[in-house]
Structure formats: structure tokens, C-alpha cells
């Protein structure tokens, strides 16, 4: 890209980008987890908020359906062995670089389906692939370019265990900065605020052992909401325990070093001119200030896990959590409080299996929609257990094909 196109969308990069589609792309980081143990699930749940026995207490999980402790939905970003084959020079040349390098990227949309869970000792591996590309106008006219990468995970025995499907728009720069800078007014918390959350938290109830069935559900039911909040910088350094690191590499001190040596852009310097991780934004306020922020901010996979959290509690043990699909619309600062919200908008037998739609959202206490999205969940009926979705493909490669085909490009 020349420099006339720096912050531009080419043709020549979105063809770069689509001979991308369906290659291997073999993963930087090794996973923060190798294996599903008792300790590393446990940190996870803790660190959103989550005490569920399921998760937590082994010999309460093996009196459960599924024979042993299990791990939660979104506990997949922290395993993963890559599965990627070693490219070859050819390859390398390919993946290397970003085709929309100068231009915005935002994240707009992720979303899950599972078929089957990860238990206590299971190891898993992870393919990443990137399967579509779709140029689009934005709302300014400006170019964009949606992209969506898979992560598809296998279980200990090579099953399909879910995919990870994310997409992030690659907007142009004067299409970037056109977009409405979020403004934040946050005001300390009355006695009485805080109060109401406490009685929120206290109120939470888990269905547990006692079974939902799926006769028993109507459509316009509420799911009991819950609360995360006020968000503080202990609630997301304890999140990293469970969650691991993510984009920077683990490690610190000499370690660090030497992976700042190989990757000078992962560390910028602080105030101080210290170099430390590009993450810190997430905790550090005065680097998202820098950045142009008003305050440090979540991820978007704690939302999401928090979206399972609200869905978990109320499928039950015996439930299954299939599909989860939603999208990240505004920052979540330190400071806030997140309402997870949720109601039944459909329900229908497929096969004998009982299916259940369902709106979902995380809202802020200014009455704003953080991160809208659906589920669909899967109950058991009064005649019958629930049956775990079938995997819509025998491997890896058979999955990489079908996700190429859903974007309607030839496996």
C-alpha cells in the first residue's frame, strides 16, 4: 500500500485480504490453559462472579448429567493448542502483515455455538482461519471492510467442541473519525445506588440440579437479571487470573523483556517511560486517556461470558447452552454497573428437541445498551433428556469448509 493509501480501502486490499480465506493461521501465543483442571476452571468462574458448583465442586459435578466438572462456555479463550500446520514460505508471505494496516478496526460482532463441553482433563486444540471478507458503505460513505475469523475448537477425544466467530470492521480514517465520540459523565455512587446492587446481588438464584423444562417456558418469560458492577481495576486484574492475557504474551520481568526485544509495539512506555503491555488501556486510565478515551474500559469477552453467566443460571444443569450471538456497541468504563437482562422470545420443538430463543443484553446504569445479542438454548422436555447438538461436521477441515460456504465462498 502506498503512502497516497495509507488509511484508504484498495481493491488490492480486500483481494489480499480474500486470498486469506480458509488459510491456517497458526497461533502467536500458547494457550493460557493446556488442560481443563479443577484450580483453572475455578479461577475463571471466579473471576466473573461465578460460584456455580458445576464449575467449581467436582464431587457435586459428578453427580450431574454430564459425570464430572465441566467448564463454562467462554472458558475456550483460555485453552487451545494450535492446530495450525507449519506454513510454508509461501504461506508465511501470505498471512504476513494486516491488508487494512492504517485503517480503524472495531470489533462488531461475536458469536458461539457450542456441541460439546470441555470436562475436568480434557486438552483442546484450535484452528484460526479467516472465512469471509465483505466490502460495505458506512453510514458516513465511507468504504468498509467486515472481516470474520474462526476459531474452532476440539476436545480431548477430537470432537468438535464450538466455534468462536468474530467480525471486525476495517474502516477508512476520515470514515473513523467521523464516528461520535463517546462522551462520559460519571457521577460517584449514592449509599442508596449502591445498595440496590447489593440487593441485586443477594436476590441471584441458580436453577441448578432442578431441571427447566421446556413445557414449562413461555415466550415473554424474563430471565432474572444480574448485575457486574460497580466495575473496578481489581474486578479486571482478577479476571486476567482466570482469563489469562489474551494478546500479549504471558510473562514478566526478564521474560517480557525478552518478548519486548522481538515486539517493541506491544510495550509502549508509560509516564514514567517504563515500557508495559498495550493492554494496560483496560486498567491504566491515563493511557486510555492518551489514547483518546475518557476512562479505561472491559473487554468484550467479559460481556460475553457475563451473557453466559445470565444464561447458565437459568437453563440448569440439564440445559444446554447452543448458540450465543451479540454485538459490542459502547465501552464499558471502570465505574460502571452492568445490568445482564434477558427474555424468552421463541421456543419450538425441532425433532423432538426442545429449543428455546431468546433476546439478551448487558445495559449500563444510564440506560444504555452496551452489547445487544440472542441465544438459543437447548431444555429438556418431560419425556426426554437434552441431546447435544450434532457437530455439522466429521473435523477440522470439514468445519472450515462449512463456515467458507456460509459466507458464501467456495470450500
Excluded at 508465511?92 to 461475536?110: E, T
Excluded at 480431548?156 to 468474530?166: N, Q, T
Excluded at 440496590?196 to 413445557?215: F, K, L, N, S, V
Excluded at 450471538?325 to 459502547?330: G, M, V
Amino acid at each position: 500500500m502506498t503512502s497516497t493509501e495509507f488509511g484508504s480501502l484498495t481493491d488490492e486490499a480486500i483481494e489480499r485480504s480474500r486470498r486469506r480465506l480458509g488459510v491456517p493461521n497458526p497461533q502467536r501465543n500458547p494457550p493460557h490453559n493446556y488442560e481443563v483442571t479443577w484450580d483453572g476452571v475455578r479461577h475463571f468462574a471466579f473471576g466473573y462472579g461465578d460460584d456455580n458448583p458445576l464449575y467449581c465442586d467436582p464431587s457435586y459435578a459428578a453427580g450431574s448429567r454430564w459425570g464430572s466438572l465441566v467448564a463454562p462456555p467462554t472458558f475456550l479463550y483460555t485453552m487451545g493448542e494450535d492446530a495450525a500446520p507449519k506454513p510454508d514460505p509461501e504461506t508465511k508471505a501470505l498471512l504476513k502483515g494486516d491488508p487494512f494496516a492504517g485503517l480503524g478496526s472495531y470489533q462488531a460482532v461475536m458469536e458461539f455455538e457450542w456441541w460439546r463441553p470441555l470436562r475436568l482433563g480434557d486438552r483442546c486444540r484450535v484452528l484460526q482461519t479467516q472465512v469471509g471478507v465483505q466490502p460495505k458503505r458506512s453510514s458516513f460513505g465511507g468504504r468498509t471492510a467486515h472481516v470474520t475469523h474462526d476459531y474452532l475448537y476440539t476436545n480431548g477425544e477430537g470432537e468438535m467442541h464450538a466455534v468462536r466467530r468474530g467480525t471486525w470492521i476495517n474502516a477508512e480514517r476520515h470514515t473513523s473519525q467521523k464516528r461520535a465520540k463517546e462522551k462520559l459523565e460519571q457521577q460517584p455512587y449514592t449509599s442508596g445506588q449502591l445498595a440496590e446492587i447489593d440487593a441485586a446481588y443477594a436476590a441471584e438464584t441458580r436453577r441448578g440440579a432442578e431441571p427447566r423444562y421446556w413445557e414449562d417456558v413461555e415466550v415473554g418469560d424474563p430471565l432474572q437479571p444480574k448485575v457486574k458492577g460497580p466495575l473496578t481495576t481489581t474486578d479486571v486484574i482478577v479476571w486476567h487470573l482466570g482469563w489469562g492475557m489474551q494478546l500479549t504474551p504471558p510473562g514478566v520481568f526478564k521474560i517480557a523483556a525478552g518478548i519486548r526485544r522481538k515486539a517493541p509495539g506491544l510495550y509502549p512506555p508509560n509516564g514514567l517511560n517504563i515500557p508495559d503491555t498495550v493492554q494496560r488501556l483496560h486498567w491504566e486510565s491515563a493511557r486510555a486517556t492518551e489514547l483518546g478515551l475518557p476512562n479505561s474500559y472491559d473487554y468484550g469477552g467479559m460481556r460475553e461470558t457475563w451473557l453466559c453467566h445470565l444464561l447458565t443460571d437459568w437453563i440448569g444443569d440439564d440445559g444446554w447452552l447452543w448458540k450465543l450471538r451479540c454485538e459490542h456497541r459502547k465501552f464499558n468504563y471502570l465505574g460502571d454497573t452492568t445490568w445482564v437482562r434477558g427474555e424468552v422470545v421463541g421456543k419450538q420443538l425441532v425433532d423432538g428437541r426442545g429449543e428455546v430463543q431468546l433476546a439478551v443484553r448487558c445495559e449500563n446504569q444510564r440506560g444504555e445498551v452496551t452489547t445487544p445479542g440472542t441465544a438459543v438454548v437447548v431444555l429438556p422436555t418431560r419425556d426426554r433428556a437434552v441431546e447435544l447438538p450434532a457437530q455439522p461436521a466429521p473435523d477440522l477441515d470439514g468445519m472450515v469448509a462449512r463456515e467458507l460456504a456460509r459466507f458464501n465462498v467456495p470450500g
